[in-house]
């Protein structure tokens, strides 16, 4: 039997180091949860100082007499590889394990068990952790805002439609599958306005706007019998004209009364707010900046120096100054440049300029993937006779969206987490609406569960975003 | 000429001309409507309203402008805190997420994780709205270490009291200065001969010894002035004397440093997992120790890598630093674009200077990088 000699661990006396180790970082760990769950402290019979160390150093040196290279014991390598590659190492993963046995007692009391679940008022709160009760009484105002509580099932039923109409992408046949850009990019935009217009705001059955959606489909109609060579000045002229002639030639006496009718009370914007506000600011910056995004990348890397300028111009001024003045600028400049009777609601000019703001970062991530491209696959499309935009349509942009996916996906991200910013122009999402009920007098002092409880929301919210982003990176993975 | 290269041009040139055309026309009548004249004169008139925080001499009978520099000063003092605070953090982290212990590699992961997930407004309304709060009263506040005091009025901590606070500083650019000949001529020494020189040991020498020559012969000495508590009235505590850091400062730099030491640390990893592993091999094959390898030959490569996004990251900080309006820490957008357009009502004029001001610093750094990048960038042949 060899001797143990406690400085340098070796396989010789595998076992003895092992058992003296192993019972030695236990003990250490017996040690500090002994005194963080049940306040017993086994060392107070040493000073202070020492005392208050002892778990540290015993621990050391119990991981030190496990640290044995190559043991053959499947358990014992791990441990070593994993938090016990040195001395440093070992250091370190004891102060981790100490700092979270020591953070879990007072957290667990704060989050559960000195929590108050129950009640409807501030007296119910009376433990000294959380009172949830607060949320729960408040949950309603968090997820709505302001909005009448009778009216809400409309922001429900909203969002339950929308999302199975989102959905639909998933169940598409092979033969529907080409038209799914189409249907993304055109129709499911105005169809989720019109949802919002109609039923969460209660918007009148005739406006501006339906001309615009019947002025549309006219021309997508005859637009398929339209040779193509004509497409886009068709594009360019038709709806304009079929608008214009549609609102003041046509039906104009007829739609004015028709307008009047409202199917459901009407709720105005700034009564609106809470978690719904979020999703519906980010929705329709999310639709709104990718397409401007998308042209702006093509126009700064286009070869007509008119277009190429304006849009670097237009890229790099949105990038270099912060989103709050932009939302400064949208709510006290913004209508000192409309002419005084036309009036753009809130909520319109807060979406615009976020999706503006937005679509100048987008452009650049997309820029990136273009550039990503080798020369050969534009010089390919072009040799095979395909103009600017099918060569964009077919060949570029497919392989250049592919690689810019983590980084519009971090854009869509950063949308999300601006949302907040709306408090500006007076607009209360969940952040807001969590800073209005703090300061009410019945609910004073619990700005910390609000503060917890939203972050655990948007931690929900951006993490699955950013995971699904990583999801679709992978789908879209072709070996290059 | 190519019509189809000239239409689209032109027809963008003309949408851009009929809507700008649109908003100054509008923008003439409604300022006409109101009785303001476009101009930039308001600014040396008095501004008559408070600052709380500020860097520079200033109160109410100051101008515009001063109140303007105000902001900007704390706009920069903030980011320029936000900066060092998240780059230790984010290199920390990036470093501890390459870790191969994994418990470190996975608390960075969960910090990261977290702290990147949630909004930064959330982030400063937290630390300044629940966790300040909940620190003691001035009354009550227990020092740390005898001479700093954190209470819920502010961090009070020691200032120094300068006698020729000048000579003191230009011994450190002197200092600078210095070594930045000996770093010149240690390499063109080591590029030449072969020998190195310990150029770090010399650099600590000369930045002690000529700021300590300052004190011995310049005259130059320092008093520290240690707060004391102060009864303002019944129920009322502060501190005097010393240097007072204002709770919106604190909770703003938090917020800023660890939201974007996240990001950093991301770059950080990225840098340094973008180094292959054949140079590292390579490196200790030509007999260079582990130290060397990482200065000589990972860190000049990961740095090119690490750089440009940690710079953008930066400029992220310094507009998000506008955020400050949220809790009233008086930055640039809060003194100038809150107070100052409440009171003059020249919304035009003062926001855009706003945006010209954040504009100018943004493009200025993009074109000091793209330099820079163009610099290190990898000259092949």
Not at chain 1, 398 to 417: E, H, M, S, W, Y
Not at chain 2, 273 to 287: F, H, L, P, R, T
Request: aromatic share 16%; proline share 4%.
């Amino acid at each position: 039997m060899n001797k143990l000699n406690f400085l340098s661990p070796d396989k010789n006396n595998l076992y003895g180091y092992l058992y003296s180790g192993i019972s030695l970082f236990s003990l250490s760990i017996l040690i500090v949860f002994l005194n963080s769950f049940f306040s017993l402290d086994l060392t107070s019979f040493l000073p202070g100082t020492i005392s208050y160390f002892l778990p540290l150093i015993i621990g050391f040196i119990g991981l030190h007499l496990i640290r044995i290279e190559y043991s053959g014991i499947k358990f014992l390598d791990i441990i070593n590889k994993n938090i016990n590659t040195n001395k440093f190492n070992a250091l370190l993963s004891l102060l981790i394990i100490f700092a979270v046995i020591k953070s879990l007692p007072p957290l667990l009391s704060w989050f559960i068990i000195d929590a108050n679940f129950a009640g409807d008022s501030k007296d119910a709160c009376s433990g000294s952790g959380a009172c949830w009760a607060y949320i729960k009484t408040w949950f309603n105002r968090f997820m709505y805002g302001m909005y009448p509580n009778a009216e809400q099932w409309r922001i429900n039923l909203s969002f339950i439609a929308l999302a199975f109409l989102g959905g639909v992408g998933f169940f598409a046949t092979e033969k529907f599958k080409k038209y799914l850009t189409l249907y993304y990019v055109v129709i499911y935009p105005i169809i989720a306005f019109l949802f919002i217009f109609f039923f969460i705001s209660g918007g009148p059955i005739f406006f501006d706007f339906s001309y615009g959606i019947i002025a549309a489909v006219i021309s997508i109609i005859i637009g398929f019998f339209i040779p193509s060579k004509f497409k886009m000045y068709y594009f360019l002229i038709i709806p304009i004209t079929i608008y214009i002639l549609l609102k003041y030639v046509f039906f104009y006496e007829e739609l004015i009364e028709l307008g009047k009718i409202q199917a459901f009370e009407w709720v105005e914007t700034g009564a609106w707010g809470g978690l719904s506000l979020t999703f519906i600011v980010s929705f329709f910056c999310l639709i709104f900046c990718f397409p401007v995004g998308l042209f702006l990348s093509l126009g700064r890397r286009s070869d007509l120096p008119i277009i190429k300028y304006i849009s670097i111009g237009f890229i790099e001024f949105w990038r270099g100054v912060p989103l709050i003045t932009v939302l400064f600028m949208s709510s006290v400049m913004f209508p000192m440049f409309l002419p005084e009777d036309m009036f753009i609601d809130k909520l319109v000019r807060v979406i615009i300029a976020i999706s503006l703001f937005e679509a100048a970062y987008v452009a650049e991530v997309i820029r990136g993937g273009l550039q990503a491209l080798p020369r050969g696959q534009y010089d390919a499309a072009k040799s095979l006779g395909m103009g600017y935009w099918k060569m964009h349509i077919f060949v570029i942009l497919p392989q250049a969206l592919k690689l810019v996916i983590p980084g519009i996906a971090n854009t869509f991200l950063a949308l999300v987490k601006d949302t907040p910013l709306i408090f500006v122009v007076g607009l209360l999402e969940i952040v807001g609406m969590l800073n209005l009920a703090k300061t009410n007098p019945e609910w004073l002092g619990f700005a910390m569960e609000g503060y917890v409880f939203a972050s655990i929301v948007f931690f929900i919210i951006c993490y699955a975003m950013s995971k699904y982003s990583y999801n679709l990176e992978q789908k879209y993975k072709t070996e290059r | 000429m190519n019509f189809k290269k000239i239409l689209p041009q032109l027809l963008t040139l003309v949408v851009v001309i009929l809507v700008f055309g649109f908003f100054s026309y509008n923008a003439q009548v409604n300022m006409e409507n109101r009785g303001i004249t476009f101009g930039y004169g308001f600014l040396s008139q008095e501004s008559s309203f408070d600052v709380q925080f500020s860097l520079i001499e200033y109160d109410g009978s100051h101008s515009y402008f001063r109140a303007y520099l105000v902001g900007l000063l704390n706009t920069i003092l903030v980011s320029v805190i936000g900066i060092v605070f998240a780059t230790i953090i984010g290199v920390v982290v990036g470093i501890a997420r390459l870790s191969n212990n994994y418990l470190i590699e996975r608390t960075a992961a969960i910090y990261v994780e977290f702290f990147r997930n949630i909004p930064l407004l959330l982030q400063i309304f937290f630390w300044y709205f629940a966790a300040l709060r909940a620190l003691p009263l001035p009354e009550k506040a227990e020092p740390i270490f005898g001479v700093f005091f954190l209470t819920i009025k502010g961090f009070f901590v020691p200032a120094f009291i300068w006698n020729n606070l000048d000579i003191f500083i230009y011994s450190l650019i002197a200092a600078i200065i210095a070594i930045v000949f000996v770093r010149v001529y240690a390499k063109k020494k080591q590029e030449n001969q072969g020998i190195q020189t310990p150029v770090l040991l010399i650099s600590i020498g000369l930045l002690i010894i000529l700021p300590l020559l300052s004190f011995l012969l310049g005259g130059v000495n320092a008093s520290i002035e240690i707060p004391v508590i102060e009864q303002l009235s019944q129920t009322s505590f502060t501190y005097k004397g010393g240097l007072k850091l204002p709770p919106e400062l604190i909770s703003l730099a938090l917020a800023l440093s660890l939201y974007t030491a996240t990001f950093i640390a991301e770059c950080v990893r990225a840098g340094v997992q973008g180094v292959s592993k054949g140079q590292k091999e390579a490196a200790a094959s030509i007999g260079l120790n582990p130290n060397q390898v990482l200065k000589l030959v990972v860190m000049p490569q990961a740095l090119r890598i690490i750089i440009p996004p940690t710079t953008n990251q930066y400029l992220n900080l310094t507009k998000n630093s506008s955020l400050a309006a949220a809790i009233a820490y008086p930055d640039l957008v809060l003194v100038f674009a809150g107070t100052a357009l409440m009171q003059t009502g020249r919304a035009i004029e003062i926001v855009s200077i706003t945006m010209l001001t954040y504009l100018t610093l943004s493009i200025t750094i993009s074109i000091f990088m793209n330099w820079y990048n163009k610099k290190i960038a990898i000259k092949e042949k």
